[in-house]
C-alpha cells in the first residue's frame, strides 16, 4: 500500500524506471527537499487508487504538496523551483527563463523530442526504434557546441534543462548508444552531472543498473 498523504505530506508519486520521474526525484534532491518517494514499478494504466483517489489523470510522476496535487512534468518542476527556491534552477531574468522553458519544450514535448525518441527506442518496432536511436544519437552530436563552453547546458549554474538532459544521457548505454569521439563534450558533462550526490541519490535501484 502507499502512503496516504496528509495535509502536510510532500509526496511524489514516481515511475521507479521512467525519465519524468527520475528528473523531478533529481531536482527535489538537488534542492535537498524533505519528501517522501513513492516509486511506482508499474503502466501508467495500472495506477494505484492512492492516486486516482488525489486525481482524475492516472498519470506518473504525480507530486502532493500540502494539499497541492499537481502533474506534468513542466508544471512540477517550476512550481518545485518557486515553492523551494534554493538553489534556483530557473534564471531570475525574463528572457533567459523563456529560453529555459522553449528549451524543456523542445527536449520533452515538440515533435519528434528526445524524450519521445527514448520512448520509442525502448517500446517501439524494430526498425522504428534504430530509427529513433539514430536520430536521438545525431541530434545529441548536433548539439555538441551548446554542451562543450559551459559547465551546464547554455549555463555557468545547474537549471532544470539539466534535470531533464541528464536523466536521458544515463540511459543512453541502455539505448545502445555510443556517442564516440565526436559525442566527447556531451559524454564529458553527462559525467558532471552524474558525479553529482544528489543525482546519486535521485537514482532507484532499476535506474542504477542503466549505465553499470
Not at 509526496?11 to 521512467?18: K, M, N, P
Not at 526525484?25 to 501508467?44: G, H, L, P, S, V
Request: aromatic share 10%.
Amino acid at each position: 500500500m502507499l502512503s496516504k498523504p496528509t495535509p502536510f505530506s510532500t509526496i511524489l508519486y514516481s515511475s521507479a524506471t521512467d525519465m519524468e520521474s527520475h528528473a523531478v526525484r533529481f531536482i527535489m534532491a538537488e534542492k535537498n527537499i524533505e519528501r517522501e518517494i513513492a516509486n511506482i514499478r508499474t503502466k501508467t494504466t495500472e495506477i494505484p487508487e492512492e492516486i486516482l483517489d488525489l486525481t482524475p489523470y492516472p498519470v506518473l510522476p504525480t507530486l502532493f504538496d500540502r494539499g497541492v496535487v499537481l502533474y506534468d512534468l513542466s508544471v512540477i518542476m517550476e512550481y518545485l523551483d518557486e515553492r523551494f527556491p534554493f538553489p534556483s534552477l530557473l534564471p531570475v531574468d525574463p528572457i533567459e527563463k523563456s529560453e529555459k522553458r522553449l528549451l524543456i519544450f523542445r527536449f520533452t514535448r515538440d515533435t519528434n523530442n528526445w524524450f519521445q525518441l527514448a520512448n520509442i527506442i525502448e517500446t517501439g518496432a524494430k526498425r522504428e526504434a534504430e530509427e529513433a536511436r539514430k536520430t536521438l544519437k545525431s541530434s545529441l552530436i548536433e548539439l555538441v557546441p551548446l554542451f562543450a563552453h559551459q559547465p551546464f547546458f547554455k549555463s555557468n549554474e545547474m537549471t532544470i534543462v539539466d534535470a531533464c538532459l541528464a536523466v536521458l544521457l544515463w540511459r543512453l548505454k541502455k539505448f545502445g548508444i555510443d556517442l564516440g569521439t565526436p559525442g566527447k563534450a556531451v559524454t564529458d558533462y553527462a559525467q558532471r552531472l552524474f558525479a553529482k550526490e544528489s543525482f546519486k541519490e535521485s537514482l532507484t535501484d532499476c535506474e542504477k543498473e542503466y549505465n553499470a
